[in-house]
């Protein structure tokens, strides 16, 4: 059973840089996708990317100016950076995976997420 | 991208009774080439991450109860709980994976 889980900064200043890890343990990072998904308090869902173990991404166009994924086999991490951020960045910020890569899939391992304030 | 709309927004019923939930994506998520629906439903309990219900439109997560059931296909989807039990109490998301960005519907909160 895969477990991923979620760490970082729980407050960032605005114009700053929101860095998070995602640590997958139970399974293999290799040959999955694996996406950050945000969740602002009170809201709905919204997908910012993804990034597969051989480094290719794809970012949602909305983000994308500001959104770098990373991932590091050999600790089993993955990383999101987003940039220059604002109080709308607000959220609980989830890890998940889709359990396979042959065709898009849904998301079967969520995190349990971490909140991430934008507060000066 | 593909906007997912969700109705209603919320929903009360009563422990026992049917419970149904659409979904509406401003796009076809039938993939022609192995006629599969790009749509899931996740539940969603207060304080933890969602959880897959539904995928393929149809097809159960293992472990989720059978009262759980998935249909429609194309634009127009649903979701049914057969017979509500107090631990459904929940939000309810919709999902489209079948093209990027992938989108989520608005989520609609089901209630006792």
């Known amino acids: 059973q895969v477990q991923l889980q979620e760490s970082g900064p729980g407050l960032v200043k605005p114009s700053e840089t929101l860095s998070l890890t995602c640590t997958v343990s139970?399974?293999?990072?290799?040959?999955?996708?694996w996406s950050w998904i945000r969740q602002p308090p009170g809201r709905g869902l919204e997908w910012i990317g993804y990034?597969?173990?051989?480094?290719?991404?794809n970012y949602n166009p909305s983000l994308k100016s500001r959104v770098t994924m990373s991932v590091d086999t050999s600790k089993n991490q993955f990383s999101l950076k987003l940039s220059s951020v604002t109080a709308a960045d607000t959220a609980v910020y989830y890890c998940?995976?889709?359990?396979?890569?042959?065709?898009?899939?849904?998301?079967?391992?969520w995190g349990q997420g971490t909140l991430v304030t934008v507060s000066s | 991208d593909i906007v997912m709309t969700q109705s209603p927004d919320s929903l009360a019923v009563s422990l026992g009774e049917r419970a149904t939930i659409n979904c509406k994506s401003s796009?076809?998520?039938?993939?022609?080439?192995?006629?599969?629906?790009?749509l899931a439903w996740y539940q969603q309990k207060p304080r933890q991450p969602p959880k897959v219900l539904i995928y393929?439109?149809?097809t159960r997560e293992s472990g989720v109860p059978d009262r759980f059931s998935g249909s429609g296909s194309e634009t127009d989807f649903t979701l049914t709980i057969s017979s509500l039990q107090a631990e459904d109490v929940a939000v309810y998301y919709c999902?489209?994976?079948?093209?990027?960005?992938?989108?989520f519907g608005q989520g609609t909160r089901l209630e006792i």
């Open positions: 139970g399974g293999s990072i290799r040959n999955y996708f």
């Open positions: 393929w439109a149809s």
């Open positions: 796009q076809t998520v039938l993939h022609n080439s192995n006629n599969k629906n790009y």
């Open positions: 999902q489209q994976y079948f093209s990027s960005p992938y989108t």
């Open positions: 990034i597969h173990n051989s480094g290719s991404t």
């Open positions: 998940a995976r889709e359990p396979a890569t042959e065709t898009p899939h849904h998301f079967d391992s």
